[in-house]
């Protein structure tokens, strides 16, 4: 029996258009007030969807690294776990305050833009919810409570945090100036594994002399393994974003905004197939310096096969739709992964030690 009755009608194709329109437009940080959200008083929402709290995906983004230069530092060092226990909460809390604050940032420069993209023009600064003297309020005070996280790392770390607040401060004008914003937008969110390795108290970067009768020149190097997690992540990040920057490629050729969507268009997929390569390539290489176990290759090197392989597979780059579903659920199955290895391994070296 046909459950559908003689009342119901084929949607008309501009109804659809609009339909689809309104749908993206509830994306976070745009219109959406769904779910606990709608229980909060109506004057904190506009700032909730600011800072892309509901769905927390945009948290989630900025705290997975951190959490993946915890765990490998964690194994290195061989922690205790009520130590990383307790520098994950530090980090998580850092991780809302600074994720709050990017997002400000990003939206309080790009409103004037983002007025002129239908998918974009809900958000609450382009909608007139808050105003841009409001945002930079936000977006300063939200700045303020990640600083006084930093307070609670050991003593120095606080410095190797100032390059991601330069390329935070930047990514709004890199989709300006270069079609390759998405390595800018990597490099920032990666940079968390140099911060959880410094809150475990590895620090990454290690002065020392060059050798031989060269000793008083002196080289920086970052330890081999976090290099390597470091450089996949941020291939995560490009495949991802990537995907992501596709629902806007039209509008973003029209107000001259630049990305790798921009650049390649149909070609996407074929980058993203090379970059997903030497990311697992890198994952193999981070767990084989370190000795790791058959876990952290199964669940991090596959696991991320899988799942970012998937995406790139079945997304459909022309739907705005469906980049939007893929990218909202298909990077925490990449971020679960790791961090499945990753706690893997640290479960074996603790077990051992």
């Known amino acids: 029996m046909n ?196 809150a475990m108290g590895l620090k990454p970067f290690t002065g020392g002399p060059f050798g031989g009768s060269n000793a008083w020149k002196q080289s920086f190097w970052i330890e081999p393994s976090t290099m390597c997690l470091f450089l996949a992540s941020i291939l995560w990040t490009v495949i991802y974003d990537s995907i992501y920057a596709h629902q806007d490629v039209k509008d973003d050729i029209k107000v001259g905004l630049k990305s790798i969507a921009v650049l390649l268009r149909d070609w996407t997929k074929l980058l993203l197939w090379l970059l997903l390569s030497c990311m697992i390539a890198l994952l193999y290489t981070c767990g084989s310096l370190l000795n790791m176990g058959l876990a952290f290759h199964v669940l991090a090197g596959g696991g991320s096969l899988l799942s970012l392989g998937a995406m790139i597979a079945n997304v459909e780059l022309k739907d705005s739709a469906s980049c939007w579903w893929w990218f909202r659920y298909g990077f925490w199955l990449a971020g679960g992964a790791i961090a499945g290895g990753l706690l893997s391994e640290y479960a074996t070296v603790v077990l051992a030690f």
């Open 3 to 198: 459950s559908k009755t003689s009342d119901e009608k084929p949607r008309p194709a501009n109804e659809t258009a609009d339909f689809q329109n309104n749908a993206l437009a509830q994306q976070y940080g745009g219109g959406h007030a769904g779910g606990w959200v709608g229980r909060l008083p109506s004057s904190w929402v506009p700032y909730v969807q600011l800072a892309r709290l509901s769905p927390p995906a945009a948290l989630f983004l900025i705290y997975f690294p951190h959490f993946f230069g915890i765990i490998l530092a964690a194994i290195i060092l061989r922690s205790p776990i009520l130590q990383v226990v307790r520098v994950s909460l530090i980090m998580l809390g850092g991780s809302f305050f600074f994720s709050n604050a990017a997002h400000g940032w990003n939206d309080l420069i790009d409103a004037p833009i983002d007025k002129s993209i239908p998918r974009t023009s809900k958000r609450p600064i382009p909608r007139g919810a808050i105003t841009p003297r409001a945002a930079f309020t936000f977006t300063a005070t939200q700045a303020v409570g990640a600083a006084l996280f930093l307070l609670l790392l050991p003593p120095g770390s606080a410095i190797y945090a100032v390059p991601n607040i330069i390329g935070t401060f930047y990514y709004p004008w890199a989709k300006r100036h270069t079609n390759f914003a998405q390595l800018v937008l990597g490099f920032c969110l990666a940079w968390g594994i140099v911060m959880g390795s410094c």
